[in-house]
């Protein structure tokens, strides 16, 4: 194998880039690198290389957050709390047709049948 072909496996070009090689590339172009220098020395598009960046920016962010899923918590949470509300409202409700049922009292007018 060339020293040539060798340095450019090594850099990425024709295999693929581990994680780490490819956050090295991101930080680089976060530090202010030039995207189609960095594309170029590493033998990748300057596609791929904004997709990595937008990847890990997208990841960071996420990360950032106080809790993980933040969105669908808070949805979730309402949905509970609805059915909760109901639940209790149902529940009360039984509570006093028991009472009522229990000391005698019936719990509404029935029309007498024909």
């Known amino acids: 194998m060339t020293e040539e ?3 450019a496996i090594e850099l990425g070009h024709g295999g693929r ?5 490819k956050r090295d590339a991101v930080l680089r172009l976060l ?51 609805a059915k909760l509300g109901q639940t209790l ?9 028991i009472t009522h049922l229990e000391g005698g009292k019936p719990w509404g007018r029935r029309r007498p049948r024909r």
């Open 17 to 21: 880039m581990s994680v780490q090689r």
């Open 5 to 7: 072909r060798t340095k």
């Open 31 to 81: 530090r202010g690198e030039d995207l189609e220098l960095v594309s170029r020395q590493l033998g990748v598009t300057a596609a791929t290389l904004s997709q990595w960046r937008e990847a890990f920016l997208a990841a960071g962010e996420s990360s950032l957050r106080n809790r993980p899923d933040d969105e669908g918590h808070e949805q979730q949470l309402r949905r509970l709390e």
């Open 89 to 97: 409202m149902d529940n009360e409700l039984l509570r006093e047709k």
